[in-house]
């Protein structure tokens, strides 16, 4: 049962009724004609959504989008517009989008081609494909070895990307050139989200296993220290606990926030001693989680569903970073997938995926996956 939620949650980083904000009772009404006065504001206009990156020097609002998962489909880029969520460019790829990693400081926008392998650099300003980065390789069954989060360093021009395998793989890619700087092997079980501390220059990677945290010096490639709850008792999957499906880090880089997609918990980590500080219950399939300095809050997804439980819906969970307690909880079906942030950290944007599939109840023929825009400071 761990490992189908955590094969789930790997391809997910991945609607049709209104989103409800609820705290003390209340309900939000839900307004689709006036996006800047009202606290949700969602577009259900985009085939195969993904992961969402809003730009923090413009409007540009990013979604990786894979209508088709077969060989040679092609991946899709969207660019919308932070306040109005019209779409101002639709850019083909030639490879499927899944994650993405934006250095603003040389405009350069990575896809990450989750099945195929391989990183895609775009101009941010205009759209065009500047490289193609292949670095995972053909795998003797088929496929490639895949790639899935991509955090950027602009200080640094570097790129870390996680492969989530059971051997454990990390690749440190120079922005300037698509260089493979570092192949990290024997990382944890399953790497997938990954979170980068410019002060201190450490690279965090959270997966599955005994040590469920690594913390990497990306100069040199080393594993320098290891952060575990204690709950598993080796690195194999059939003894795996829990899976940080996703992480993010507090601005001042002492405090470490793990998704757990096998728990539904998020796990709150010291990251001077590795130890974990408190927990906090979000829902089921939880997966992706932001850092908002603004107003020190965390931002949660969870889908709703998993394998035993595929009938649910997914929600948008708000709490208070110092504390871990829920401020608010937002309905917003069906399955909540990626969060980002606008740069005053007061607008969140989320992908909401359909069902997979015509067996849920509440599969509806012809729909789209949506952007949700939440006006935070209006909760």
């Known amino acids: ?29 839900f307004n ?20 969402i990156l809003a730009a923090k020097d413009s409007k540009q609002l990013f979604v990786a989008a894979t209508p088709l998962f077969e060989d040679r489909a092609a991946g899709f880029l969207h660019v919308l517009d ?52 292949q670095l995972g390789q053909k795998e003797d069954k088929g496929g490639w070895e895949h790639t899935r989060k991509v955090v950027i360093d602009e ?10 395998s059971e051997g454990g793989r990390v690749w440190i890619v120079d922005g300037a050139d698509g260089r493979i700087l570092h192949n990290i092997d024997n990382v944890g079980l399953w790497p997938a989200g990954a979170a980068y501390d410019a002060n201190t220059k450490r690279l965090f990677v959270g997966h599955g296993g005994k040590d469920e945290i690594a913390v990497i010096n990306p100069a040199t490639g080393a594993i320098e220290q290891r952060f575990t709850t204690g709950d598993a008792k080796s690195d194999k999957r059939e003894d795996s ?22 728990t539904g918990k998020i796990y709150q980590f010291d990251t001077s001693s590795g130890k974990v500080e408190n927990t906090a219950e979000v829902g089921l399939g939880l997966l992706d989680i932001v850092y908002n300095d603004a107003r020190k809050e965390l931002i949660a997804t969870n889908r709703g569903v998993d394998r035993e439980t595929p009938a649910g819906t997914g929600s948008v969970t708000i709490l208070d970073a110092n504390t871990l307690a829920v401020k608010h909880r937002i309905s917003a079906p069906v399955h909540p ?27 509806l023929k ?3 996956d949506s952007v949700l825009r939440l ?3 209006q909760l």
């Open 1 to 29: 049962m761990i490992v189908a939620s955590v094969m789930g949650a790997l391809l997910l980083s991945a609607c049709q009724t209104a989103p409800q904000s609820q705290q003390a009772g209340q309900t939000s009404s």
């Open 375 to 377: 006006n935070l400071n």
């Open 366 to 368: 012809g729909a789209k």
């Open 82 to 133: 932070q306040d109005t969520l019209r779409e101002s460019q639709l850019i083909q790829l030639p490879r499927r989008a899944f994650a993405l990693g934006l250095n603003q400081k040389t405009h350069t926008l990575y896809v990450g081609n989750t099945l195929d392998g391989s990183l895609l650099a775009i101009n941010s300003l205009n759209g065009t494909v500047k490289q193609l980065i």
């Open 155 to 164: 200080q640094d021009n570097r790129i870390f990307v996680t492969n989530p």
């Open 241 to 262: 606990r829990h899976f940080f499906v996703n992480i993010a880090l507090s601005a001042d880089g002492k405090k470490l926030f793990g998704a757990d997609a096998n």
């Open 32 to 51: 689709a004609t006036a996006p800047q006065a009202q606290v949700t504001f969602r577009q259900d206009t985009i085939d195969g959504a993904y992961e």
């Open 337 to 363: 997938n990626s969060v980002t942030l606008s740069a005053d950290g007061q607008t969140a944007f989320v992908t909401i995926k359909i069902p997979h599939g015509d067996k849920s109840p509440h599969y």
